[in-house]
């Protein structure tokens, strides 16, 4: 069983920058991919920013040039750096971790970006 901690999250106002992190521990085989989701209010979740062990990324559209997934696998850490944040980021932000065939998730984290 793989569990997830995540940090980093927090009030920020527009034109900010936060950086969430997520350890994770307990996995038993290597972690493929790594990422984070959000779910804004009253929105379906949606992927952010992934990751793949050879380092290969993928952002949604929304976030291509503000935000960097980057991952540390001695650590099995996941780090999203986000930049010039809108207040359309405003959502709770969701760890992903993939091992084998199987997800792991966060409990998430609220990252609020005020106008």
């Known amino acids: 069983q793989v569990q997830l901690v995540e940090s980093g999250g927090g009030l920020v106002q527009a034109g900010g920058s936060l950086r969430l992190s997520c350890a994770a521990s307990?996995?038993?085989?290597?972690?493929?991919?790594m990422g984070w989701y959000r779910q804004a209010p009253g929105k379906q979740r949606e992927l952010v920013a992934a990751?793949?062990?050879?380092?290969?990324?993928n952002y949604a559209d929304s976030v291509k040039g503000r935000f960097t997934i980057s991952r540390d696998n001695a650590k099995n850490t996941v780090y999203l750096q986000m930049n010039r944040l809108k207040p359309e980021d405003t959502a709770v932000y969701y760890c992903?971790?993939?091992?084998?065939?199987?997800?792991?998730w966060g409990k998430g984290t609220l990252v609020t970006v005020s106008s």
């Open positions: 990751i793949t062990s050879g380092m290969w990324t």
């Open positions: 992903k971790v993939t091992t084998g065939a199987i997800n792991y």
């Open positions: 307990g996995s038993g085989s290597s972690i493929n991919s």
